[in-house]
């Protein structure tokens, strides 16, 4: 099993950055990528960047390529995404969540993970 904490969400202005966190724990070593998506309340989830563990290659869905960026520590069992220049599309809940499919380096389906956090709310007002 593995555990996945988000913590960074805030409500903040149009063009203003922002910085998420996810810790994990347990069986970390059995995840191969992990991913951040986002939800909004009536609408089903998105996947917004994805990472593969073992060389750090990187994934993005359109409306946030070259905004987002995201990233690990592994020693640290962290992943970050750094948004910048949020814009109020960009409010949503953020969910972290791992993957442990052989074969897959990156993906934005939300099918390909098992593990996921609680989430973190991010509002942009403008």
């Known amino acids: 099993q593995v555990q996945l904490v988000e913590s960074g969400g805030d409500s903040v202005q149009a063009g203003e950055s922002l910085r998420l966190s996810c810790a994990s724990s347990g069986d970390t070593y059995s995840t191969v990528y992990m991913g951040w998506f986002r939800q909004v309340p009536g609408k089903g989830r998105e996947g917004v960047a994805s990472i593969y563990r073992g060389d750090g290659n990187t994934l993005y869905a359109g409306p946030v390529e070259g905004r987002f960026t995201i990233s690990q520590d592994n020693a640290k069992k962290t992943l970050f995404l750094q948004m910048n220049n949020l814009k109020p599309e960009d409010t949503a809940m953020y969910y972290c969540?791992?993957?442990?499919?052989?074969?897959?380096?990156?993906?934005?389906?939300?099918?390909?993970?098992?593990?996921w956090g609680q989430g973190t709310q991010v509002t942009v007002s403008t």
């Open positions: 969540a791992a993957g442990t499919v052989s074969g897959v380096v990156n993906s934005l389906d939300l099918p390909d993970y098992e593990y």
